[in-house]
């Protein structure tokens, strides 16, 4: 029952969301493909710190697309650790790894696909293991709450 629950306002939010990315599918394909890593996440880069540099290790998920898409990772991946608020840090790293003049509004279609993704992903990665749902009614659920304030106040501003 929760699940099917959860499932129903999960698709509310997802069609939203994809009329949004569909609307908005011109600002992705007027744009260079890049190199994605698509494995970034804390236990794959490390601190070199005699270089001052990062380096990413496993590189079984590599492939070209959208730029957007690694910033946004990173993103969304460092953002609590950052010692900034959401904004001011997501603003930091347009302006750090920006390659084109669209990149802003390629990066924030890229931060809400990933939003949505993940508040589903944690839940199908949960019933995978065989545990309890995190929530008994999906408005306890975080993730949602988020993807769907996020959803509510999407601008390309």
Do not use: C
Not at 19 to 28: D, R, W
Not at 39 to 50: A, E, M, R, S
Not at 94 to 100: G, I, M, Y
Request: aromatic share 14%.
């Amino acid at each position: 029952k929760v699940i099917l629950s959860a499932l129903k306002s999960f698709r509310a939010v997802t069609r939203q969301a994809v009329k949004i990315l569909e609307k908005n599918e011109h600002v992705v394909t007027k744009t260079k493909p890049a190199f994605i890593y698509n494995d970034v996440h804390g236990d794959n880069l490390f601190w070199l710190p005699k270089e001052k540099r990062s380096l990413f290790i496993d590189w079984q998920k590599v492939s070209r697309g959208d730029p957007s898409f690694m910033p946004a990772v990173f993103a969304l991946t460092f953002e609590k650790r950052s010692g900034m608020g959401r904004d001011e840090f997501f603003n930091w790293v347009v302006e750090n790894f920006q390659e084109n003049k669209n990149f802003k509004q390629l990066f924030q279609l890229r931060i809400l696909e990933r939003e949505v993704s993940n508040m589903i992903w944690v839940v199908w990665a949960v019933l995978k293991q065989g545990k309890k749902l995190p929530f008994r009614n999906v408005l306890e659920y975080d993730r949602f709450n988020h993807t769907a304030e996020l959803l509510r106040d999407f601008s390309l501003g």
